[in-house]
């Protein structure tokens, strides 16, 4: 005869099968280690799916704003504004911007 002696007496609680099944609790364990295994590379899986998505996301934003800006500072640069000016109206750095002046003014 089995006797309860705490309320923590549940099918979840690992005492409930230490106690009474042997070989189900053996093959109940295993399925649940399978199967939470297998729920934590999923897991892992949609979770670098998603950084990886978000990264490439903000790479194509920040090349976009690039190209942008580089459009931009030509169009600047084809209505006489100097690279300082240029660099102001773009916010961008001076260096860059009289690089690009001195790319253009070679073609």
């Given at each position: 005869m089995f006797?309860?002696?705490?309320?923590?007496?549940?099918?979840?609680n690992?005492?409930?099968?230490?106690?009474?099944?042997?070989?189900?609790?053996?093959l109940?364990?295993?399925?649940?280690?399978?199967?939470?295994?297998?729920?934590k590379?999923?897991?892992?899986i949609?979770?670098f799916?998603?950084?990886?998505?978000k990264?490439?996301?903000?790479?194509?934003?920040?090349?976009?704003?690039?190209?942008?800006?580089?459009?931009?500072?030509r169009?600047?640069?084809?209505?006489?504004?100097?690279?300082?000016?240029?660099a102001?109206?773009?916010e961008?750095?001076?260096?860059?911007v009289?690089?690009?002046?001195?790319?253009w003014?070679?073609?």
């Amino acid at each position: 005869m089995f006797i309860l002696q705490h309320t923590s007496f549940y099918p979840g609680n690992p005492d409930f099968y230490g106690c009474i099944f042997t070989a189900e609790n053996t093959l109940y364990k295993e399925k649940r280690r399978r199967a939470n295994r297998g729920y934590k590379d999923r897991l892992f899986i949609r979770i670098f799916e998603k950084k990886h998505l978000k990264n490439t996301h903000e790479e194509g934003v920040a090349e976009g704003d690039r190209k942008r800006s580089i459009r931009t500072a030509r169009n600047l640069y084809r209505k006489g504004y100097s690279p300082q000016e240029a660099a102001d109206i773009l916010e961008e750095d001076e260096k860059t911007v009289a690089a690009w002046y001195k790319k253009w003014s070679k073609m």
